[in-house]
């Protein structure tokens, strides 16, 4: 079974620049997540899609990150304009019903 | 509210030796817990889940943890380390339903030759 697919693996920018990052779901998983996990922490969740649907934003900088899930399946995270604090490592993940099963992650330097 | 709680920041350990990575929880519903880990540049992998059922559950590597309902604890257990246990390990929980997975902060397990 073929994992979660995330592109590019790394990415730097400068700030104020626009990013985006892609993300392809195992088949058949209507759950998608956006985490960021900064240089230390633990992942924090940024939006969780079902289906095409927006379940949970509510940690979503709306002001400067958006996302959307393109017929249920693939997902794109942009970040415009990023700032530095931003430089971290973006994970998407998919899920069935239990657990969720992560991609390798974007990893995001700003400077 | 969920939370996940990992006192232990860095845990180092000799080679060969029993460890144990702690993880407390907080959450008023019944909740899904597992342990992932995170190797260098590498994203999470799924080491052990507790869905329910017996309270001792094995993963892969010979990890094996202990769902304790009325400490909130599911600590994370191996009888012994390799070098290639080196990495840095997340509990997290999940309620019922489609809802988000919480993590704690990470434990960074350094096995020492």
């Known amino acids: 079974e073929a994992g979660v697919a995330q592109s590019p693996r790394y990415k730097i920018i400068e700030k104020r620049q626009s990013v985006a990052f892609w993300c392809n779901p195992i088949s058949g998983h209507a759950t998608l997540y956006w985490y960021q996990q900064i240089l230390g922490q633990g992942p924090k969740l940024l939006i969780q899609?079902?289906?095409?649907?927006?379940?949970?934003d509510s940690q979503l900088p709306k002001d400067r990150f958006s996302a959307e899930r393109l017929k249920g399946v693939d997902s794109t995270l942009k970040i415009q304009p990023a700032k530095l604090e931003d430089s971290a490592v973006y994970l998407c993940a998919s899920s069935l019903s239990t657990e969720a099963f992560f991609g390798q992650g974007t990893r995001l330097t700003v400077v | 509210a969920q939370s996940v709680t990992q006192l232990d920041s860095q845990v180092p350990v000799f080679e060969e030796a029993p460890v144990e990575l702690r993880c407390n929880y907080s959450?008023?519903?019944?909740?899904?817990l597992f342990w992932y880990v995170q190797y260098p540049n590498q994203g999470l992998q799924l080491l052990l889940k507790?869905?329910?059922?017996?309270?001792l559950v094995k993963g892969i590597n010979g990890f094996e943890a202990e769902f304790n309902k009325s400490q909130t604890s599911f600590h994370l257990r191996k009888p012994s380390v390799h070098i290639s246990d080196t990495a840095e390990y997340f509990c997290?929980?999940?309620?019922?339903?489609?809802?988000?997975?919480?993590f704690g902060t990470g434990t960074k397990l350094q096995v020492i030759p």
């Open positions: 959450s008023s519903v019944s909740v899904y």
């Open positions: 507790y869905l329910s059922g017996s309270t």
């Open positions: 899609f079902q289906n095409n649907g927006v379940v949970d």
């Open positions: 997290a929980l999940r309620p019922g339903g489609y809802q988000k997975v919480t």
